[in-house]
């Protein structure tokens, strides 16, 4: 890679469990040969968490380096307020080209938030409809998750889901391919965003043959029901699986189209790859490849994502530079807002002093260095009563809310967090020590306070906005067609020349 200012081209995946990947345990089925050789290559870091388990508190954490309660990102339908800085402001200041194609999550009239392009509309609506609702616990809304995904499990020749992807894979290409031949001496970040392997669990034949029921191994740990914690019932709950026991061929099902739909991703990894080589990109691009969250895939009886325990809270790293950073694997534990003080740096800057941020730089864990080693969470959507919060450092895990009983697991003694410390005499210092540091970061009855109130409040504007004419959010991509293709205005030969790549 040369010495001058780098491309940035950052892909994610969309309810991806780092846990399950060949990148992160050897033993993995699931076959994704295009992540491999990134990783083989690159950086790879077996501990990354999101910020939140939940799709937009974990974006929005991720783009603006800040964790979920300080910046209000509270649920799936949190408004991302348009004065907060993200890594697309601080690359567009340095002089890059900011594009997005594909999901985010931005709920809120801006839907850019620094981005100086975005390719594709979302795939998930911008407005308030999703707000949770802490004043009536026990009420399933009807867009909750709920096991249709699980018991519909199967293959497909299309769905909504595919439709979104290969959309964002294409425009991601063809942005590429215009940077090359049209602005070749900008330096560029393009967020490529996928929504598999999030459910429903369904894949097309090419993607589920990859694999035989034999491949497919059940979850390992099963839980019953009323010995789960206090949270996990509620998210059973949630989830309308209480009481409700799930026939084994459609646990097998779902979890064999997930990992064809990781597939999936990988083989879109492939064509962003490929384009990158075409155009001569490859050796000034650093790819970064992570996502926003996991999902447990009936692992302890539980699915999708919403709690702490490793399969919804991990997240794949990776960072490929060779021309910058050797290959290697960082096992400190590290989270998604440490991504934009990353990237920034990467482009040669650094973060504004004056402004708040989270998130630290992992650019002395890519040079082989002793980086940080934490990684800190907050939740307070669906199934959630009170704020969960979490500390990861070294080899413990914390999970704290003031209405639960406190959790602790120790991963290198116990990587499936079947033995709860909380209570045992001889971890009773370590607990104290925690619960110390939990008043110090978090005013817990303030934050509820805070949430409440957010909460009521979109759920007003929300029921207004409903009524009379609407007026939506939503992103709408705009396309010149005048400037496309051939146009009478627009001379042939020109036209051509600049169109064709490399040019003639």
């Not at 975005?118 to 998930?124: M, Q, V």
């Not at 889901?161 to 590429?176: G, H, I, P, R, S």
């Not at 602790?408 to 104290?432: C, I, S, T």
């Not at 504007?461 to 067609?481: C, F, I, N």
Request: hydrophobic share 40%.
């Amino acid at each position: 890679m040369s010495a001058k200012v780098p491309n940035i081209l950052f892909i994610m995946a969309d309810q991806m469990a780092a846990p399950l990947l060949p990148v992160h345990d050897a033993k993995s089925p699931i076959r994704m040969p295009h992540l491999g050789r990134l990783a083989a290559e690159g950086v790879v870091f077996d501990s990354a968490y999101c910020n939140s388990p939940l799709c937009a508190p974990s974006r929005f954490s991720l783009v603006s380096g800040q964790l979920p309660s300080k910046i209000g990102a509270f649920d799936n339908a949190a408004e991302f307020p348009a004065d907060l800085p993200t890594y697309a402001h601080y690359l567009r200041r340095m002089g890059y080209r900011t594009a997005l194609s594909g999901k985010m999550h931005f709920c809120g009239p801006d839907q850019l938030h620094g981005y100086e392009e975005r390719l594709t509309s979302d795939i998930y609506p911008a407005d308030y409809g999703w707000a949770v609702n802490w004043d009536e616990p026990d009420v399933r809304p009807s867009w909750y998750h709920n096991m249709s995904s699980v018991l519909q499990a199967g293959t497909c020749v299309r769905t909504n889901q595919l439709d979104f992807d290969e959309e964002v894979v294409f425009k991601a290409n063809q942005y590429l391919f215009d940077h090359v031949r049209n602005t070749p001496g900008r330096p560029f970040c393009l967020t490529v965003s996928m929504t598999h392997p999030h459910d429903p669990y369904t894949i097309p034949e090419e993607f589920w043959n990859l694999y035989q029921d034999d491949d497919i191994a059940l979850p390992r740990t099963h839980i019953a029901q009323g010995a789960q914690d206090p949270h996990s019932q509620r998210l059973l709950k949630v989830i309308d699986l209480w009481d409700k026991p799930m026939p084994e061929e459609a646990v097998r099902r779902a979890r064999r189209a997930y990992f064809g739909a990781c597939s999936y991703i990988d083989a879109n990894i492939g064509k962003l790859l490929a384009t990158l080589q075409a155009c001569g990109l490859a050796q000034d691009t650093v790819v970064v490849f992570s996502g926003d969250h996991g999902d447990m895939l009936g692992e302890r009886g539980l699915w999708y994502k919403m709690h702490w325990f490793e399969g919804a809270a991990r997240v794949p790293m990776v960072v490929h530079a060779p021309g910058r950073f050797a290959p290697r694997k960082v096992a400190a534990s590290v989270s998604s807002i440490d991504l934009l003080p990353t990237f920034v740096e990467l482009a040669g800057g650094a973060p504004d002093p004056s402004l708040p941020l989270d998130g630290r730089s992992l650019l002395t864990h890519l040079h082989g260095g002793a980086g940080h080693d934490e990684a800190i969470g907050e939740y307070m959507a669906e199934g959630s009563n009170a704020p969960l919060v979490m500390i990861r450092r070294g080899r413990y895990k914390f999970i704290h809310s003031p209405r639960d009983p406190n959790l602790l697991f120790d991963l290198q003694a116990d990587p499936g967090e079947l033995h709860n410390l909380a209570a045992a005499p001889e971890h009773q210092a370590l607990v104290a020590t925690l619960l110390k540091e939990v008043g110090q970061r978090w005013d817990m009855p303030a934050l509820h306070a805070q949430v409440l109130a957010s909460q009521r409040r979109r759920r007003f504007v929300y029921g207004a906005l409903t009524k009379g004419r609407l007026t939506s959010w939503d992103h709408q991509p705009m396309v010149e067609a005048s400037q496309q293709y051939m146009r009478n205005h627009i001379d042939l030969d020109d036209l051509e020349r600049r169109a064709r790549f490399p040019r003639p």
